[in-house]
């Protein structure tokens, strides 16, 4: 049996069981083609592997990708010490939050 065939009765098994009486709604898997963001996303990414590549070959030093940007070995490390720490949690906020997450969840939603 062919593969045209084996499609061919497939579709017609279905279009029968769609014509039974008393059959409830079933939802269908539907793949959907990826969407102008996400191929955007994905050309981005890909140029930024590009852009990595191509200042490492023209410097003849390993780059590396941080936010976006091709940095040497040491950029990164200037980068690095530049960042701030942050500060430490503070526990009456995030009790506070916690209490209204609370309250939210209590409310009734009309």
């Given at each position: 049996m062919s593969f045209?065939?084996?499609?061919?009765?497939f579709?017609?098994?279905?279009e029968q069981q769609g014509q039974a009486p008393g059959q409830s709604y079933k939802r269908k898997h539907v793949i959907?083609?990826?969407t102008n963001?996400?191929?955007?996303?994905?050309?981005?990414?890909?140029a930024q592997e590009e852009a990595s590549?191509?200042?490492?070959?023209?410097?003849?030093?390993?780059h590396y990708r941080?936010?976006?940007r091709c940095v040497?070995?040491?950029?990164?490390h200037a980068l690095h010490q530049l960042e701030t720490a942050s500060a430490p949690a503070n526990p009456e906020r995030i009790a506070y939050?916690?209490?209204l997450r609370k309250s939210l969840k209590l409310k009734k939603r009309s």
């Open positions: 045209s065939e084996h499609l061919d009765n579709i017609k098994q279905r959907q083609d990826p963001q996400s191929l955007a996303r994905e050309a981005l990414a890909k590549l191509q200042a490492t070959v023209e410097t003849k030093l390993p941080i936010n976006g040497t070995d040491n950029e990164a939050i916690e209490q």
